[in-house]
């Protein structure tokens, strides 16, 4: 009879403690309004064509109380950038229910790069203000792959512990990964993201089998 107890692994997988913990806080669901705001501003003028004055005027409040609240473009920026990072992990879990195998990974891997692809501010800032990318690549991209590592090769270890995956060195596995959605969400392949991925990943991460 199969045992309906989970395993360490299993707890690493479903409940995501290090992910959570290795992102900036979200912010509280009070400023909602105000990213909302930000994120229709941004898609509509472009980040770099945004002011605080302008997204005082779609939420009709004073520029004043939008600089109280989330403060300047730049920190609306992050802020928005923290919300949807944990709105993206509270989808996680579903994907990541065990088994954690290499197609898991895929789907993983391919759903963050069309999550992204298809935020309406990333969207915009891609197609109208790339100038906006090498600036973020320079300064901060190192910081944002070291966290993301740092959160993520613990989830891989237990899976490869459990047998899911291939034993590899966790570390260097997920800094492929994190670089590979990066640079899939700046340069998407011409073939259907999961076919490309799977072309590697799962012959890369599947585990060898023994007699």
């Known amino acids: 009879m199969k045992s309906n107890r989970r395993t360490a692994a299993d707890a690493v997988v479903l409940d995501l403690p290090s992910l959570v913990a290795g992102i900036p806080a979200p912010p509280d669901p009070s400023l909602d309004p105000y990213l909302d705001a930000a994120a229709r501003c941004f898609a509509r003028h472009g980040v770099s064509r945004c002011s605080v004055q302008d997204i005082a005027a779609d939420l009709k409040v004073s520029r004043a109380t939008v600089y109280r609240q989330i403060g300047n473009v730049d920190a609306a920026v992050r802020l928005l950038l923290a919300r949807e990072l944990h709105r993206l992990l509270s989808e996680m879990p579903a994907v990541l229910a065990p088994p954690l195998g290499p197609q898991t990974i895929v789907d993983l891997v391919a759903g963050i790069v069309t999550f992204a692809r298809r935020h ?8 109208d203000e790339p100038e906006l990318i090498g600036p973020f690549l320079v300064t901060d991209l190192d910081e944002l792959i070291g966290r993301v590592v740092g959160a993520v090769a613990p989830l891989l270890s237990a899976a490869m512990d459990a047998g899911w995956l291939a034993r ?10 994190v670089r590979l959605a990066i640079s899939l969400v700046l340069a998407p392949p011409a073939r259907p993201l999961a076919d490309h991925l799977g072309e590697l990943l799962v ?6 089998v023994t007699s």
């Open 168 to 177: 590899r060195d966790p570390d260097v596995v997920a800094d492929w990964l």
């Open 203 to 208: 012959p890369a991460l599947t585990p060898e």
């Open 120 to 127: 309406p501010v990333l969207e915009k800032v891609l197609r």
